[in-house]
């Protein structure tokens, strides 16, 4: 099969399949299968892949929220919570696992 392309869109191509770190030819033929087949786009794959970190991510941030909410209202009441450091430790780790998927996303963008 052959067919041509614009310097503009054969630019466009050799981005995306390096960004998939393929030769442009296996990039070229995945994605016309992929089409052809109606099925998703391979960079396609690794956003909804992203989407999905993302979500489970936030879920979990307003979780410990509503953790470090209560622990937080028992410490005005006087209460002392040996789960307050757990609540900010889950925390960090939450926050630090959204900072690694924007360094993922941002490395992935062209």
């Known amino acids: 099969m052959r067919f041509s392309l614009?310097?503009?869109?054969?630019a466009l191509v050799l981005v995306a399949a390096d960004r998939e770190r393929l030769a442009t030819g296996a990039?070229?033929?995945?994605?016309?299968?992929?089409?052809?087949?109606?099925?998703?786009r391979p960079e396609q794959v690794a956003l909804r892949e992203s989407l999905a970190t993302v979500m489970h991510?936030?879920?979990q941030?307003?979780?410990?929220?509503?953790n470090l909410n209560q622990a937080v209202a028992?410490?005005?009441c006087g209460e002392v919570t040996p789960r307050l450091a757990l609540y900010a430790?889950?925390?960090?780790?939450?926050v630090q696992r959204l900072d690694d998927l924007a360094d993922e996303l941002r490395q992935r963008l062209p």
């Open 89 to 94: 430790d889950a925390a960090a780790r939450a």
């Open 57 to 59: 991510a936030a879920g």
């Open 27 to 40: 990039f070229a033929a995945q994605a016309t299968l992929a089409a052809a087949r109606g099925q998703v």
């Open 74 to 76: 028992a410490l005005h």
């Open 61 to 66: 941030v307003h979780r410990i929220g509503i």
């Open 6 to 10: 614009s310097d503009e869109e054969y």
